[in-house]
């Protein structure tokens, strides 16, 4: 109900993220059971998709090592 947290947990709007990176790159990773990828978004260029080639099953195994 607070005017500023209205977006609170809402996925960020692309224009946002590019704001953000004007000072360096915004790196959002995605782990699900299925595969984990990263979107790697610059200020003047098109993001980047990279799969990460794991699953959220060995991210948590590994998350669990440290």
Partial sequence: MLPDLS???LYPLF???QK?????LVI???ASQY??????VHRDHNPVHISIG???????ELSSEF
């Avoid at 794991?54 to 948590?60: G, H, K, P």
């Fill in 54 to 60: 794991i699953t959220r099953i060995e991210v948590s």
């Fill in 7 to 9: 977006p609170f947990l």
């Fill in 15 to 17: 224009s946002d993220l």
């Fill in 35 to 40: 595969s984990c990828d990263a979107l790697i």
């Fill in 20 to 24: 953000a990176a004007e000072e360096g």
């Fill in 28 to 30: 959002v990773v995605n």
